[in-house]
């Protein structure tokens, strides 16, 4: 049976951050804990890693109450703003920014990074937290729906555009998935680089005991929206999905990742 599409205002009324936290990322249970995150955090390693993607201002467009993507990226770029369209979910990145007692845990994402870095010792993977709660200077409402995604904001033109596991919750087909990869032209500069990574073949997740909708899309519809779009494409990754327990809290059957440029003459 098909999910019925997830609406603005079930996600204000129903989408839980600790829940969220709980059901994928916590450690050892969480089921996106192992194959998402290794494979989402070396793509962004090798993209931001030496003779990689770098610049002044990162956009980072609907982190949830997530930090983990943001780690590579803050050793190279000075300004990231971070965003969501949730208050709930903006509440929690301010309390990680604010080193709140009751914090939700990225320490062991922030390690396995550092690792990939070759530098995993107790005090490197302080300077990285450290490092990128410097650089992330605002936590931004965004909506993907409204026209300008960050109205009334005005909002400089960025280096490159970050967003994990999101433009599949709000739009309804391929069509507004495409429109959304346009207004994200008016927020790059020339040139500048846009990294999408999600999932394939997805209809429904669960966070704790609320079910929502997941736009799915396969490689084909990716390639074409991002075309359609005006990117050109650096590459393309699609990673099918090894681990099949879960299936019942989210039933994606592949992960992708996306590098795309917005051309230097629009
Ligand atoms: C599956 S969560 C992904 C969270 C996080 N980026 C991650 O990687 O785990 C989906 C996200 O979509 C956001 N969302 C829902 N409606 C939205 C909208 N209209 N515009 C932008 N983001 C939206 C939710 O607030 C939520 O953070």
Redesign the pocket.
């Known amino acids: 049976m098909q999910t019925p599409y997830s609406t603005?205002q079930t996600?204000i009324d129903e989408?839980n951050p600790l829940d969220?936290y709980q059901t994928?990322?916590a450690t050892g249970k969480g089921i996106?804990f192992g194959e998402w995150t290794e494979f989402v955090l070396r793509n962004l390693h090798e993209t931001f890693g030496p003779g990689g993607v770098t610049g002044d201002i990162l956009i980072d467009?609907?982190?949830?109450?997530?930090i983990?993507?943001l780690i590579s990226a803050c050793e190279v770029f000075n300004i990231i703003i971070t965003s969501?369209?949730?208050e709930q979910?903006r509440e929690q990145l301010e309390k990680w920014l604010r080193k709140d007692p009751d914090v939700l845990d990225w320490t062991h994402v922030v390690k396995f990074v550092c690792d990939l870095e070759g530098n995993s010792n107790g005090d490197n993977c302080e300077k990285k937290e450290a490092t990128l709660r410097r650089k992330v200077t605002k936590v931004l409402k965004?909506?993907?729906?409204?026209k300008k995604?960050y109205d009334p904001v005005p909002m400089p033109e960025a280096d490159c555009l970050i967003?994990?596991?999101?433009l599949e919750?709000?739009c309804r087909d391929l069509e507004d998935f495409t429109n959304t990869l346009k207004k994200f032209q008016e927020l790059l500069k020339p040139g500048g680089h846009i990294i999408i990574q999600s999932v394939l073949n997805c209809t429904f997740?669960y966070v704790g005991s609320k079910l929502?909708s997941c736009l799915s899309l396969t490689k084909d519809d990716l390639e074409k929206a991002f075309k359609e779009a005006g990117y050109e494409i650096v590459k393309l990754k699609v990673k099918p999905r090894s681990e099949k327990s879960g299936m019942e809290t989210a039933d994606q059957d592949s992960y992708y990742y996306i590098h795309a440029r917005k051309p230097q003459k629009h």
């Not at 965004?142 to 409204?146: F, P, Q, S, V």
Request: charged share 5%.
């Open positions: 603005s996600y989408f969220y994928y990322y996106f467009f609907g982190a949830g109450p997530t983990y993507h969501d369209f949730l979910n965004c909506d993907a729906l409204a995604p967003s994990c596991l999101c919750a709000p997740y929502f």
